[in-house]
């Protein structure tokens, strides 16, 4: 079998694997947050944190909410790290610095998990576990509530309620992410990833000396780091290390496991607004972004260019041999097109247009299929953007889902789509500009342009992959980056939960011949194109002077 067909058939039985789980995981997860019922573990998680899990609250206070949940997740984090030192079970490692621990602490918290350390030269086990994997299942579950309160936003009517955060919240965690990482964590475990809490420890003899390695608890905090989309690895190599992803199996696996959540919650949507084909019209214009992605990553990286490459079956420079150039595609276009950022090779090696698709699937907005929640709401967002644009060619005002999309709504969603670009080409023209930080790139031209760009696109969309030439340990990077996780994380959420109150308190237009069907497949080409000609307007000079001059040049 070669290489190409071996690729498109994992790709194949991949979209089977997420069809057949589809229906009864959205359709579960809108019983989830639908249901007036509380678990008993929930009311006592409740009691402890002083919650009224009953009491509806409108977008200021749901945004409270969030903005003081994380907040506290990230001083907790931070200090952690600092008092390292001194906790048990820390394999000897000395405490974080603070520019290192307060830009890792942002990165967990907005589920972003962008790593400027070696993880397993860093991080104890009660960082790793206390620390970084709880932090995993409560963003990824902040995630999730904001997007189901944009869409009671569009169910509802003449109410500002949204709904209970916290409620929200906890459910997330307790009967979506932690039973499904909990399966997801034993397939791993029997497929050779490991889980111990070991010390460091010598493995070998390699050309006169040893190499060491430490253990953990790393395939519950594999499991988590996909079905959660939040992308840090144990180790510094991250899902390319045999601890953590051991065989091509788990490597499919853990694709699965980045992709079903994001794509089932488009069922979880269309049952919520009562009207499923609206659904499958946000999961046609999320799978037709990502096929198409995928096959042009394929394109570009099993494209013969010299005999080296003929011999090897594509360009596998930073390519792991037990998944080849199929899989590392799949696997590349997936965790960019998601806020996950796990990668299982370097991005920095692919060739010149593959490391352009990488990066443009993460300026789209990452919303084919997204994050945990992240992607939903970032499609609904350009959903409305669409209904505007369809709405000035025929001269009528736009509706969605029976909402009027008038001039606050329509702000609103500006602002939403203004906000990550904004800080990705400022913070990358001032890092190109001041003297110091352009010393931390590996490459010089074209490259090492595409170097810090990559860097501020993956912090302000919360993806956290890097292109593994830059060095980003310094004070200037580990500021600025985590400055840009922020705020591409919570101020996107501030436009989102505004709209989500906006529209909730709408009475429902009613349908007529003029209105747009929105579950047709005209609205699904109109919707993917706003979305291709918009980040490309957008971002289109940054990338003809990184990765295009790169690939036109090879």
Known sequence: MGPVLAGVLQLLALIGALALAYIPLGTYMAKVYSTDKHWRVEKWIYKGIGANPDTEMRWTAYLRGVLAFSAVGVLFLYLL????????????????????????????VTNTNWQSYYGEQAMGHVVQTAGL?????????????????????FARSRTGELGNFWSDMVRGVTRILLPGAFIAAIVLVACGAIQNFSGIHEVGQFMGGSQQWNGGAVASQEAIKEFGTNGGGYFNANSAHPFENPTPFTNLFEIFLLLVIPFSLTRTFGVMVGSVKQGYAILATMATIWVGFVALMMWTEFAHHGPALQIAGGAMEGKEVRFGVGSSSIFAVSTTLTSTGAVDSFHSSFTGLGGGITMLGMMLGEIAPGGTGSGLYGMLIMAIIAVFIAGLMVGRTPEYLGKKIGTREIKLAACYILVTPALVLVFAGVAMALPTPVHSMTNSGAHGFSEILYAYTSAANNNGSAFAGLNADTQWFNTTLGLAMALGRFLPMVFVLALAGSLAEQRPVPETAGTLRTNKPLFVGLLVGAILIITGLTYFPALALGPLAEGLAS
């Open 133 to 153: 994997a709880v932090q995993n299942f409560v963003s990824a579950a902040v995630g999730i509530a904001v997007a189901v309160a944009l869409v009671r936003g």
């Open 81 to 108: 790290q600092r008092l390292q030192g001194v906790l048990p079970g820390s394999l000897g490692f000395k405490a974080i610095d603070p520019d290192q621990a307060f830009n890792t602490a942002v990165s967990f």
